[in-house]
């Protein structure tokens, strides 16, 4: 079985997390300059089999969408064309920041490190990856 791919794409910073083999467990990866993600990929690829990426969806209270969303689609078509054996599935990631800096609060890592955004976006990622492993397997 290969691995899913979680991303947290921002304009500045894209927080990874990637599940194990048997696409049990979600864990936070890495944090990357959104500039330098496509060689991110290409390294990670020549050393990981990944089925899909799960892309957080940037929505309003309302449900519209962010203006990132424009990023979003344009970074998902240029990844369709460069990886077209990798399916792209969309996952909600309202909340995410918050729920990730309460994790964090939980997990006991210090004020200090907390402000550590692109710590945020990895764990922002990984909570994307869960929620899409949950709902996938109920």
Do not use: C
């Not at 990944?50 to 990844?79: H, Q």
């Amino acid at each position: 079985m290969a691995k899913l791919l979680g991303i947290d794409y921002g304009k500045q910073r894209t927080g990874i997390a990637e599940t194990d083999d048997m696409q049990i467990v979600a864990s936070g990866l890495t944090t990357v300059k959104t500039a330098e993600i496509w060689e991110f990929f290409i390294d990670y690829f020549k050393h990981n089999q990944v089925e899909k990426i799960i892309i957080g969806e940037s929505l309003d209270l309302a449900g519209k969408p962010n203006p990132i969303e424009e990023d979003i689609k344009k970074f998902m078509t240029k990844f369709q064309k460069k990886y077209p054996d990798i399916e792209v599935v969309r996952e909600d990631e309202r909340y995410t920041s918050k729920m990730a800096l309460d994790t964090m609060i939980k997990g006991g890592i210090k004020k200090k490190k907390r402000r550590n955004k692109a710590l945020i976006d990895q764990v922002s990622a990984a909570l994307i990856l869960q929620a899409y492993l949950y709902k996938d397997k109920n």
